[in-house]
Nanobody
Framework: QVQLVESGGGLVQAGESLRLSCEAS????????MSWYRQAPGKERELVAR????????NYLDSVKGRFTISRDNAKNTVYLQMNSVKPEDTAVYSC???????????WGRGTQVTVSS
Protein backbone atom coordinates (compact mmCIF):
# COMPACT_ATOMS: atom_id res chain seq x y z
CA GLN A 1 0.00 0.00 0.00
CA VAL A 2 1.45 3.32 -1.12
CA GLN A 3 1.54 6.05 1.47
CA LEU A 4 2.97 9.55 1.72
CA VAL A 5 2.53 10.94 5.21
CA GLU A 6 3.41 14.55 5.89
CA SER A 7 4.17 15.95 9.32
CA GLY A 8 5.64 19.02 10.93
CA GLY A 9 3.07 21.63 10.04
CA GLY A 10 1.61 24.04 12.55
CA LEU A 11 1.22 27.64 13.60
CA VAL A 12 4.36 29.77 13.67
CA GLN A 13 5.17 33.46 13.77
CA ALA A 14 6.73 35.33 10.89
CA GLY A 15 10.50 34.97 10.86
CA GLU A 16 10.52 31.60 12.59
CA SER A 17 11.48 28.21 11.19
CA LEU A 18 9.63 24.98 10.54
CA ARG A 19 10.64 21.61 9.13
CA LEU A 20 8.20 19.47 7.21
CA SER A 21 8.73 15.75 6.70
CA CYS A 22 7.13 13.33 4.29
CA GLU A 23 7.62 9.64 4.93
CA ALA A 24 6.99 7.31 2.02
CA SER A 25 6.14 3.64 1.96
CA UNK A 26 4.91 1.07 -0.51
CA UNK A 27 7.18 1.99 -3.43
CA UNK A 28 10.87 2.28 -4.31
CA UNK A 29 11.54 5.76 -2.99
CA UNK A 30 14.83 6.30 -4.82
CA UNK A 31 13.09 5.83 -8.20
CA UNK A 32 10.91 8.89 -7.64
CA UNK A 33 11.47 12.61 -7.95
CA MET A 34 10.09 14.17 -4.80
CA SER A 35 8.40 17.54 -4.56
CA TRP A 36 6.60 19.80 -2.15
CA TYR A 37 3.55 21.70 -3.35
CA ARG A 38 1.37 24.16 -1.51
CA GLN A 39 -2.13 25.53 -1.91
CA ALA A 40 -3.44 28.58 -0.13
CA PRO A 41 -7.16 29.30 0.21
CA GLY A 42 -8.59 30.61 -3.04
CA LYS A 43 -5.36 30.03 -4.93
CA GLU A 44 -4.06 27.39 -7.29
CA ARG A 45 -1.63 24.75 -6.13
CA GLU A 46 1.97 25.68 -6.81
CA LEU A 47 5.26 23.82 -6.85
CA VAL A 48 7.45 24.91 -3.96
CA ALA A 49 10.52 22.70 -4.33
CA ARG A 50 11.67 19.59 -6.16
CA UNK A 51 14.57 17.22 -5.62
CA UNK A 52 16.05 14.62 -7.93
CA UNK A 53 16.33 10.90 -7.28
CA UNK A 54 19.71 11.10 -5.56
CA UNK A 55 19.23 14.57 -4.13
CA UNK A 56 21.92 16.09 -6.30
CA UNK A 57 19.61 18.53 -8.05
CA UNK A 58 16.98 20.85 -6.59
CA ASN A 59 14.60 23.50 -7.87
CA TYR A 60 12.66 26.15 -6.00
CA LEU A 61 9.80 28.56 -6.42
CA ASP A 62 11.34 32.04 -6.75
CA SER A 63 9.58 33.37 -3.67
CA VAL A 64 11.14 30.74 -1.39
CA LYS A 65 14.68 30.70 -2.78
CA GLY A 66 17.21 31.34 -0.03
CA ARG A 67 14.65 30.58 2.69
CA PHE A 68 13.51 26.99 2.04
CA THR A 69 15.65 23.91 1.54
CA ILE A 70 14.46 20.56 0.24
CA SER A 71 16.40 17.41 1.07
CA ARG A 72 15.87 13.67 1.05
CA ASP A 73 17.15 10.63 2.88
CA ASN A 74 16.71 7.61 0.65
CA ALA A 75 17.68 5.27 3.48
CA LYS A 76 14.74 6.58 5.52
CA ASN A 77 12.35 7.02 2.57
CA THR A 78 11.79 10.57 3.69
CA VAL A 79 11.85 14.00 2.07
CA TYR A 80 12.13 17.19 4.08
CA LEU A 81 11.36 20.85 3.62
CA GLN A 82 13.26 23.18 5.91
CA MET A 83 11.42 26.49 6.04
CA ASN A 84 13.32 29.45 7.46
CA SER A 85 12.29 33.09 7.80
CA VAL A 86 8.70 32.19 7.07
CA LYS A 87 6.25 34.86 5.97
CA PRO A 88 2.46 35.14 6.27
CA GLU A 89 2.23 34.50 2.53
CA ASP A 90 3.73 31.05 3.12
CA THR A 91 0.48 30.05 4.81
CA ALA A 92 -0.95 27.06 2.92
CA VAL A 93 -1.52 23.35 2.95
CA TYR A 94 1.78 21.72 1.99
CA SER A 95 1.62 18.40 0.18
CA CYS A 96 4.24 15.88 -0.74
CA UNK A 97 4.39 14.46 -4.28
CA UNK A 98 6.28 11.50 -5.70
CA UNK A 99 6.71 11.17 -9.47
CA UNK A 100 8.22 8.13 -11.15
CA UNK A 101 11.26 8.63 -13.38
CA UNK A 102 9.25 8.24 -16.64
CA UNK A 103 6.31 10.34 -15.40
CA UNK A 104 3.90 7.43 -15.66
CA UNK A 105 3.07 7.28 -11.97
CA UNK A 106 2.68 9.84 -9.24
CA UNK A 107 1.47 9.79 -5.68
CA TRP A 108 0.24 12.51 -3.33
CA GLY A 109 0.14 12.91 0.40
CA ARG A 110 -2.86 14.41 2.17
CA GLY A 111 -1.02 17.53 3.20
CA THR A 112 -0.11 19.39 6.35
CA GLN A 113 -1.30 22.87 7.26
CA VAL A 114 1.26 25.62 7.77
CA THR A 115 -0.02 28.90 9.19
CA VAL A 116 2.27 31.89 9.62
CA SER A 117 1.05 34.74 11.78
CA SER A 118 2.34 38.28 11.39
Amino acid sequence: QVQLVESGGGLVQAGESLRLSCEASGFTFSDYVMSWYRQAPGKERELVARISFSGGSTNYLDSVKGRFTISRDNAKNTVYLQMNSVKPEDTAVYSCNARYRDDTIQYWGRGTQVTVSS
